[in-house]
């Protein structure tokens, strides 16, 4: 059994040594500035632990002796998929015979006097097993968790012998009772309690206990017949017979974890190169032409009333937020509607303005773009733009417009941090919802690749909502690839560009 022991002993120091480099190339992967790293639901542990066997279920044919508690040790691999693993343990467990208290003493104080012997023989158990495992909480990796672990194998039963002797002269012993010594495989199984405190995402403190039951161990003893005699007992010889030897303990030990953690380079935000003025050469002095005749400029400012319904219109929305933005320039100007959920705002003529709407509860509105040219003869000095929004329930969903990305490619585009920042604002005004983002391809490239390329894209936003302070257990990000097509461009269909990139979307759903 030495040997057993010091198998598991290295493998826990392999372990220990494999798992500390992993880390190390983890932390190296998370100093990458232009990487994120999404923690997926599933991770190997690796534990080791020791403790003690606290007692055995006695087997009635062992008639004058009791199955005592000793040393446990042991070492087990898991893997999880969220509340869900597989796992496999290797305990070796310790026990020892011993003679009935009650028969001790009288053969102490018997016709024998002080002059008897017993061994202290170990009675060792090496269990294999491998089976299912549950734990909570469910979520990735988390900082405590607790596991229910069941396993079934074999368990390797030796030692055990048990002799007990009285004598009057050392020279002349006199034989009183004995086991024969154990040397069986038997089939066992075995359930654990366990729970765990990590540290730190690699490292673990745990405590449990754990029940090894071992079905059909052939047990003999033998009753001589001087004790018989002595003790005036009804039965003497030998007698065997299958029994299971059940045995409980507690443990405390470390155990080391891996996440599974993929790396995704974003592409970063572009930066404009700086504008280098070009030397110019003096202009010649040309003489000055004639004033002309001044004109009166035109009026090149109108008058826009936002107005904020729901329910198809019927019911106003006051109070609220209207986003208005130059197109060109970038300068953003916020308004709040009124009690009848309008508000009239001046805008200049010759300028692109993009206009949407936000408030607690609602969906975020459509973008809609105004524009008008003061030369227009449609030019009107008064426009009126209604948004009509949708009340927050499950299920309800929306397409994130100007969401986009190139072909073959899971970085965002520089228009799509706009639109995110808007859903930003909509997961903090309310703080209780929780949604799915998911990503569409084209049917250009293969299924397998679509559906990975999408998953990625899916996992980008997730992250940049993340980084910007919403809770990843809000956000579930799921790619679907070309499964979901929205037109005729499904593979052999020739499509324009433009009839493509209508499938390289990404959508925002409600699920609580």
Not at 71 to 94: I, N, P, Q, T
Not at 202 to 222: M, P
Not at 288 to 297: G, H, S
Not at 338 to 351: F, P, W
């Amino acid at each position: 059994m030495r040997r057993h022991s010091l198998i598991l002993f290295c493998a826990a120091i392999l372990t220990v040594v494999g798992s500390i480099t992993a880390e190390a190339q983890t932390k190296k992967i998370n100093r990458a500035k232009r990487d994120s790293v999404v923690c997926h639901n599933r991770h190997w542990q690796f534990s080791w632990r020791g403790g003690y066997n606290i007692f055995n279920t006695h087997p009635d044919v062992l008639r004058m002796a009791k199955m005592k508690g000793g040393a446990y040790m042991g070492f087990g691999v898991d893997h999880y998929w969220k509340w869900f693993g597989l796992g496999a343990d290797v305990d070796y467990v310790v026990g020892t015979p011993k003679f009935s208290e009650t028969v001790d003493g009288r053969l102490k104080h018997g016709i024998y006097g002080n002059n008897w012997t017993m061994d202290d023989p170990f009675f060792n158990r090496l269990f294999f097993g491998v089976g299912p495992n549950i734990r909570i909480p469910s979520s990735c990796c988390p900082k405590m968790i607790l596991e229910l672990n069941t396993r079934a194998g074999v368990t390797i039963v030796n030692g055990g012998a048990l002799s007990v002797r009285a004598y009057n002269n050392p020279a002349i012993e006199i034989p009183m009772y004995s086991i024969s010594s154990y040397d069986q495989t038997v089939f066992s199984v075995k359930g654990q309690l366990r729970y765990t405190y990590y540290v730190t995402d690699l490292l673990g403190l745990s405590l449990g206990g754990y029940y090894l039951h071992n079905f059909g161990v052939r047990h003999t003893d033998n009753i001589t017949t001087d004790l018989t005699n002595y003790l005036s007992l009804t039965q003497t010889g030998i007698r065997s017979g299958d029994e299971s030897i059940g045995s409980a303990g507690v443990f405390g030990g470390i155990t080391l974890r891996i996440c599974s953690k993929e790396k995704i380079r974003r592409q970063p935000e572009p930066t404009l190169p700086p504008v280098v003025a070009k030397p110019q050469e003096p202009k010649k002095e040309e003489p000055k032409p004639a004033p002309a005749p001044q004109v009166t400029p035109k009026n090149t400012n109108y008058k826009t009333t936002v107005k904020v319904t729901t329910d198809g219109g019927k019911t106003p929305v006051p109070n609220t937020t209207i986003n208005v933005r130059n197109k060109a320039t970038g300068a953003t100007q916020r308004f709040v509607t009124n009690a009848k959920g309008e508000y009239t705002m001046g805008l200049k003529s010759d300028e692109e303005f993009d206009v949407t709407v936000d408030t607690k509860g609602y969906l975020p509105s459509e973008t809609k773009v105004v524009a008008q040219k003061s030369d227009d003869a449609a030019f009107n000095d008064r426009l009126d733009l209604n948004f009509d929004l949708k009340r927050i329930k499950v299920k309800e969903s929306m397409v994130l417009e100007n969401l986009l990305y190139d072909l073959g490619k899971s970085s965002i585009r520089q228009e799509g941090y706009r639109v995110l920042e808007r859903v930003v604002t909509f997961m903090k005004d309310n703080p209780e919802v929780k949604i799915e983002i998911s990503s569409h391809t084209d049917s250009r490239s293969s299924a397998a690749f679509n559906k990975k390329l999408s998953q990625l894209r899916a996992n980008n936003v997730k992250q940049y909502l993340i980084d910007k302070g919403i809770d990843a257990s809000r956000i579930k990000a799921i790619g679907y690839g070309e499964s979901k097509l929205l037109n005729k461009c499904k593979d052999g269909v020739k499509c324009t560009e433009e009839e493509h990139q209508v499938n390289r979307r990404t959508e925002m759903h409600i699920i609580q």
